[in-house]
Nanobody, 122 residues
Protein backbone atom coordinates (compact mmCIF):
# COMPACT_ATOMS: atom_id res chain seq x y z
CA UNK A 1 0.00 0.00 0.00
CA UNK A 2 2.92 2.31 0.74
CA UNK A 3 6.42 1.63 -0.51
CA UNK A 4 9.50 3.33 0.88
CA UNK A 5 12.57 3.03 -1.30
CA UNK A 6 15.90 4.06 0.21
CA UNK A 7 19.10 4.88 -1.58
CA UNK A 8 22.47 6.45 -0.92
CA UNK A 9 24.12 4.08 1.53
CA UNK A 10 27.63 2.80 1.04
CA UNK A 11 31.19 2.78 2.29
CA UNK A 12 32.94 6.00 3.28
CA UNK A 13 36.02 6.94 5.27
CA UNK A 14 35.75 8.61 8.62
CA UNK A 15 35.16 12.32 8.20
CA UNK A 16 33.38 11.82 4.92
CA UNK A 17 29.79 12.45 3.89
CA UNK A 18 26.84 10.51 2.54
CA UNK A 19 23.32 11.51 1.60
CA UNK A 20 20.47 9.09 2.07
CA UNK A 21 17.18 9.43 0.21
CA UNK A 22 13.84 7.75 0.81
CA UNK A 23 10.96 8.08 -1.63
CA UNK A 24 7.43 7.11 -0.63
CA UNK A 25 4.86 5.94 -3.14
CA UNK A 26 1.54 4.13 -3.21
CA UNK A 27 -1.94 4.92 -1.98
CA UNK A 28 -0.86 7.95 0.00
CA UNK A 29 -3.33 10.60 1.08
CA UNK A 30 -0.93 12.31 3.44
CA UNK A 31 2.47 11.85 5.08
CA UNK A 32 2.79 13.22 8.57
CA UNK A 33 6.16 12.28 10.03
CA UNK A 34 9.17 10.93 8.19
CA UNK A 35 12.28 9.75 9.88
CA UNK A 36 15.52 7.84 9.77
CA UNK A 37 16.41 5.13 12.22
CA UNK A 38 19.49 2.95 12.44
CA UNK A 39 20.30 -0.43 13.84
CA UNK A 40 23.72 -1.57 14.96
CA UNK A 41 24.38 -5.34 14.98
CA UNK A 42 22.81 -6.93 18.03
CA UNK A 43 21.16 -3.72 19.16
CA UNK A 44 17.72 -2.19 18.98
CA UNK A 45 16.71 0.18 16.25
CA UNK A 46 17.16 3.79 17.33
CA UNK A 47 15.94 7.14 16.09
CA UNK A 48 18.49 9.17 14.17
CA UNK A 49 16.35 12.08 12.97
CA UNK A 50 12.73 12.86 12.24
CA UNK A 51 10.82 15.63 10.50
CA UNK A 52 7.17 16.58 10.57
CA UNK A 53 5.07 17.66 7.64
CA UNK A 54 5.57 21.24 8.81
CA UNK A 55 9.34 20.93 8.87
CA UNK A 56 10.00 20.56 12.59
CA UNK A 57 13.00 18.34 13.22
CA UNK A 58 14.31 16.13 15.99
CA UNK A 59 17.78 14.58 16.23
CA UNK A 60 19.55 12.03 18.34
CA UNK A 61 22.19 13.69 20.50
CA UNK A 62 24.89 11.59 18.85
CA UNK A 63 24.26 13.14 15.42
CA UNK A 64 23.37 16.73 16.28
CA UNK A 65 25.51 19.16 14.32
CA UNK A 66 26.61 16.48 11.86
CA UNK A 67 23.39 15.17 10.27
CA UNK A 68 20.61 17.16 8.64
CA UNK A 69 17.18 15.80 7.79
CA UNK A 70 15.01 17.45 5.15
CA UNK A 71 12.02 16.56 3.02
CA UNK A 72 10.46 17.45 -0.29
CA UNK A 73 6.72 17.16 0.21
CA UNK A 74 6.02 17.46 -3.51
CA UNK A 75 8.16 14.37 -4.13
CA UNK A 76 7.18 12.50 -0.93
CA UNK A 77 10.89 12.18 -0.25
CA UNK A 78 12.99 12.54 2.87
CA UNK A 79 16.74 13.04 2.91
CA UNK A 80 19.47 12.58 5.47
CA UNK A 81 22.68 14.49 4.87
CA UNK A 82 25.40 12.90 6.96
CA UNK A 83 28.64 14.81 7.43
CA UNK A 84 31.72 14.18 9.58
CA UNK A 85 30.88 10.51 9.68
CA UNK A 86 32.39 8.36 12.40
CA UNK A 87 32.97 4.60 12.55
CA UNK A 88 30.24 4.39 15.19
CA UNK A 89 27.75 5.63 12.60
CA UNK A 90 28.14 2.28 10.85
CA UNK A 91 24.71 0.65 10.83
CA UNK A 92 21.75 -0.25 8.69
CA UNK A 93 19.66 2.87 8.21
CA UNK A 94 15.89 2.58 7.86
CA UNK A 95 13.38 5.10 6.60
CA UNK A 96 10.01 5.41 8.33
CA UNK A 97 6.85 7.27 7.39
CA UNK A 98 3.39 7.60 8.85
CA UNK A 99 0.21 9.26 7.69
CA UNK A 100 -3.08 8.33 6.07
CA UNK A 101 -3.88 6.15 3.10
CA UNK A 102 -6.08 7.18 0.20
CA UNK A 103 -9.22 5.33 1.25
CA UNK A 104 -12.95 6.05 1.56
CA UNK A 105 -12.47 6.32 5.31
CA UNK A 106 -9.37 7.57 7.16
CA UNK A 107 -6.84 4.76 7.40
CA UNK A 108 -3.60 5.40 9.24
CA UNK A 109 -0.35 3.75 8.23
CA UNK A 110 3.20 3.39 9.46
CA UNK A 111 5.71 1.82 7.09
CA UNK A 112 9.42 1.01 7.02
CA UNK A 113 11.87 0.90 4.18
CA UNK A 114 14.04 -2.13 3.50
CA UNK A 115 17.15 -0.56 5.01
CA UNK A 116 20.42 0.63 3.53
CA UNK A 117 23.87 -0.17 4.86
CA UNK A 118 26.19 2.66 5.87
CA UNK A 119 29.76 1.66 6.66
CA UNK A 120 32.33 4.15 7.93
CA UNK A 121 35.91 2.99 7.93
CA UNK A 122 38.50 4.38 10.33
Amino acid sequence: QVQLVESGGGLVQAGGSLRLSCAASGSIFSINNMGWYRQHPGKQRELVAAITSGGSTNYADSVKGRFTISRDNAKNTVYLQMNSLKPEDTAVYYCNADGFLRRLSPTAYNYWGQGTQVTVSS
